[in-house]
């Protein structure tokens, strides 16, 4: 099999290119990803010289070059991940959001059909997208497969988007595809503007932590390596037409995640204990903050036989521990046009 990974370079499309290097050695993977600031290539450094490994350096918004890389070299299978993929950037400029989210995905999509010409025999288009497509939920609820598209954000409606024409080229055209929705990851190699690695840097640096409104906002939160096995389960089992939701049965209000956090990093620096706890400081609320994300997870626990492989303290640990050993990567990626972006947001 050709297989075509978008994004591969970002946070979680690195974890997929690393586990379908393992898992599919008789495969050739080819990992196109326009290396935008969340894109970095030393996420993949270990595995950048194996053989069944291809890296191209391209944007999916260039629509006459994917019509030739698709021609070249044949993809069996697309998973695509590229995106424009944080939240607070897309309140600042929707425009980028819909241009990679949406047209770039419109580009794949027709690359993926013209040159499969309809003949779609063992064929598939894997489009990797979010819980926030379905906007935000109450006190109580679960977001299922069935739940309504109700996306509040210009980045989750951009996925929405995204979404839709992926399933309209199914039912227009036949195009076989398969979307997953999970909710939010975290892990190594996270760009530190999302919650998680944003204060693990801030709390290393002795910097406060920016706390939206009153803290009370809940997440669902799933180790990054979970959210990989998930893909490629899907990847090998899944049912066309089919949209798979994928979560880690694990609620936390941001307040209660960040205090965890604190702690957890008091310790591994050897820090006074609630040193950490004293950054904390409230901000001015996201606009159209969601207040609630939850998955239920059901489905691809019970068709495919899913789980995450571990618990919320035991994935933060880990991921606190990899940012330690790699402080080098992150004094890397928070050089240059990270520092302009952070001024702009919370000075
Ligand atoms: P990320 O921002 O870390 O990585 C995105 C990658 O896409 C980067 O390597 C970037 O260089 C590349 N890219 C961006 N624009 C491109 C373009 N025009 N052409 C080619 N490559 C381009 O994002 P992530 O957190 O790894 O998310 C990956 C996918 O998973 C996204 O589609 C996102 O919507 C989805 N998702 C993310 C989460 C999460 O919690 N992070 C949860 C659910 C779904
Ligand atoms: O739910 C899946 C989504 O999760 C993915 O589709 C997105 O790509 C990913 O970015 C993530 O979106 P969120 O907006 O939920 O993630 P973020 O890390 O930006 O924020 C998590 C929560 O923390 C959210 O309620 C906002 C809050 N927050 C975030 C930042 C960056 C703060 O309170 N302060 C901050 O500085």
């Given at each position: 099999?050709n297989?075509?990974?978008?994004?591969?370079?970002?946070?979680?499309?690195?974890?997929?290119?690393?586990?379908?290097?393992?898992?599919?050695?008789?495969?050739?993977?080819?990992?196109?990803?326009?290396?935008?600031?969340?894109?970095?290539?030393?996420?993949?450094?270990?595995?950048?010289?194996?053989?069944?490994?291809?890296?191209?350096?391209?944007?999916?918004?260039?629509?006459?070059?994917?019509?030739?890389?698709?021609?070249?070299?044949?993809?069996?299978?697309?998973?695509?991940?590229?995106?424009?993929?944080?939240?607070?950037?897309?309140?600042?400029?929707?425009?980028?959001?819909?241009?990679?989210?949406?047209?770039?995905?419109?580009?794949?999509?027709?690359?993926?059909?013209?040159?499969?010409?309809?003949?779609?025999?063992?064929?598939?288009?894997?489009?990797?997208?979010?819980?926030?497509?379905?906007?935000?939920?109450?006190?109580?609820?679960?977001?299922t497969?069935?739940?309504s598209?109700?996306?509040?954000?210009?980045?989750?409606?951009?996925?929405?988007?995204?979404?839709?024409?992926?399933?309209?080229?199914?039912?227009?055209?036949?195009?076989?595809?398969?979307?997953?929705?999970?909710?939010?990851?975290y892990?190594?190699?996270?760009?530190?503007?999302?919650?998680?690695?944003?204060?693990?840097?801030?709390?290393?640096?002795?910097?406060?932590?920016?706390?939206?409104?009153?803290?009370?906002?809940?997440?669902?939160?799933?180790?990054?390596?979970?959210?990989?096995?998930?893909?490629?389960?899907?990847?090998?089992?899944?049912?066309?037409?089919?949209?798979?939701?994928?979560?880690?049965?694990?609620?936390?209000?941001?307040?209660d995640?960040?205090?965890?956090?604190?702690?957890?990093?008091?310790?591994?620096?050897?820090?006074?204990?609630?040193?950490?706890?004293?950054?904390?400081?409230?901000v001015?609320?996201?606009?159209?903050?969601?207040?609630?994300?939850?998955?239920?997870?059901?489905?691809?626990?019970?068709?495919?036989?899913?789980?995450?492989?571990?618990t919320?303290?035991?994935?933060?640990?880990?991921t606190?521990?990899?940012y330690?050993?790699?402080?080098?990567w992150?004094?890397?990626?928070?050089?240059?046009?990270?520092?302009?972006?952070?001024?702009?947001?919370?000075?």
């Amino acid at each position: 099999m050709n297989i075509l990974i978008t994004g591969g370079a970002g946070f979680i499309g690195s974890q997929v290119v690393r586990l379908f290097l393992e898992i599919f050695p008789k495969s050739h993977i080819y990992n196109l990803d326009a290396l935008t600031y969340a894109g970095n290539l030393e996420n993949l450094s270990d595995v950048e010289t194996s053989s069944n490994y291809t890296f191209i350096k391209g944007d999916i918004n260039d629509a006459p070059f994917l019509m030739n890389l698709f021609s070249k070299y044949q993809f069996d299978k697309v998973i695509h991940l590229a995106a424009e993929s944080h939240v607070d950037r897309s309140i600042k400029d929707p425009i980028a959001f819909v241009q990679t989210n949406v047209i770039g995905t419109l580009n794949l999509l027709n690359a993926a059909k013209s040159i499969w010409k309809d003949d779609y025999s063992s064929k598939l288009f894997y489009h990797i997208s979010t819980d926030e497509v379905y906007g935000t939920l109450g006190e109580t609820g679960l977001f299922t497969e069935n739940t309504s598209y109700d996306p509040n954000s210009p980045y989750a409606a951009s996925k929405a988007s995204s979404d839709h024409f992926v399933r309209a080229y199914g039912e227009t055209y036949g195009l076989p595809y398969i979307i997953s929705n999970c909710s939010n990851n975290y892990g190594p190699n996270q760009f530190p503007e999302k919650l998680i690695p944003l204060f693990i840097n801030n709390i290393i640096e002795h910097k406060p932590l920016p706390v939206y409104g009153d803290g009370n906002y809940t997440r669902d939160w799933l180790f990054v390596k979970d959210h990989a096995f998930a893909i490629a389960l899907i990847f090998e089992k899944g049912k066309l037409k089919e949209t798979y939701n994928i979560g880690g049965f694990n609620e936390w209000k941001n307040i209660d995640l960040v205090k965890l956090l604190c702690d957890i990093m008091d310790e591994k620096l050897s820090r006074k204990r609630d040193s950490s706890k004293s950054l904390i400081t409230y901000v001015k609320d996201r606009p159209g903050h969601d207040k609630r994300y939850a998955i239920d997870a059901t489905k691809i626990e019970k068709e495919l036989g899913w789980k995450p492989s571990v618990t919320f303290e035991e994935g933060l640990s880990l991921t606190v521990d990899w940012y330690l050993a790699n402080d080098q990567w992150l004094k890397n990626v928070t050089s240059g046009s990270y520092q302009e972006y952070y001024k702009k947001m919370y000075s």
